[in-house]
C-alpha cells in the first residue's frame, strides 16, 4: 500500500500502548523487545526518521522515576 493513501487519526494513547503505527494505526511498530521496525507492514511509513537508541534509556528512566514516585509519594 502507499503511504499517499488518506488514513483517518488513530487515537494516540491506544495506539501507542498496543506498538501501533502512528499514520494507519493498524500497522506494528515494534519487531520484537524495543527493536524498531524500519517501515510499516499497512501503510508503508517509513521510520528511518526514528532514532531508536533513545527507546531503552527513555524506557528504563521512565520506569524508574515511576517506581520511585509510587514507593516516596
Do not use: I
Request: proline share 11%; with cysteine.
Amino acid at each position: 500500500m502507499s503511504s499517499e493513501q488518506e488514513w483517518p487519526p488513530p487515537p494516540p494513547l491506544s495506539t501507542g500502548l498496543r506498538g501501533r503505527c502512528s499514520h494507519c494505526g493498524q500497522g506494528h511498530l515494534l519487531s520484537g523487545f524495543l527493536k524498531l521496525r524500519s517501515h510499516c507492514e499497512v501503510c508503508g511509513l517509513d521510520y528511518s526518521n526514528a532514532n531508536p537508541a533513545t527507546c531503552g534509556p527513555a524506557l528504563r528512566q521512565r520506569l524508574t522515576l515511576d517506581l520511585t514516585a509510587v514507593r516516596f509519594p
